[in-house]
């Protein structure tokens, strides 16, 4: 399995839900930033970028939507890594040592994994966060 079909199965069934609220929550708070850069770009000289190429680019760069959210989850990843190696060694590990591994080893997998999956939630769902971004940003406009 791909990873994009592992993060296709997790959409279907209902596991990325959280996203789809992360991000309108997002993109409503961030709604004039967005503006901003795509006229930024214009101002630069550059052909004018759609309103998804624009908020794709805004959470590639951002690199997180919900930084709570993934804080915690990240952390539950790394108490499953000291399950894991609890059971593999027969005792409690160093919970320090273990943390440290974990951000060494799979921290940036983890970012980018998140980032693939909330891309993925945000193509599958592109009409409604453009609606939303169009009202968002004439209100604010």
Same mark, same amino acid.
């Given at each position: 399995m791909t990873e994009i079909d592992e /993060?296709?199965?997790?959409? *279907?069934? +209902?596991?990325? @839900?959280? /996203?789809?609220?992360?991000?309108?929550?997002?993109?409503?708070?961030?709604?004039? *930033?967005? *503006?901003?850069?795509?006229?930024e770009q214009s101002e630069r000289g550059l052909a004018p970028i759609a309103d998804d190429t624009a908020i794709k680019f805004f959470i590639i760069q951002n690199r997180s939507i919900n930084p709570e959210r993934e804080i915690l989850e990240q952390i539950a990843e790394?108490?499953?890594?000291? $399950? /894991?190696? +609890?059971?593999?060694? +027969?005792?409690?590990? @160093?919970? @320090?040592?273990?943390?440290? *591994? $974990?951000?060494n080893k799979y921290s940036a997998g983890w970012r980018a994994h998140r980032v693939t999956s909330i891309v993925y939630v945000f193509e599958r769902e592109k009409e409604r966060y453009l609606r939303i971004l169009s009202s968002h940003s004439r209100t604010a406009g």
């Open positions: /993060i296709r199965s997790k959409y *279907e069934s +209902g596991q990325l @839900d959280h /996203i789809k609220a992360d991000l309108e929550r997002f993109i409503v708070a961030h709604a004039a *930033e967005i *503006e901003r850069y795509k006229q790394i108490e499953r890594e000291k $399950w /894991i190696q +609890g059971v593999r060694t +027969g005792h409690s590990p @160093d919970a @320090d040592a273990v943390c440290k *591994e $974990w951000a």
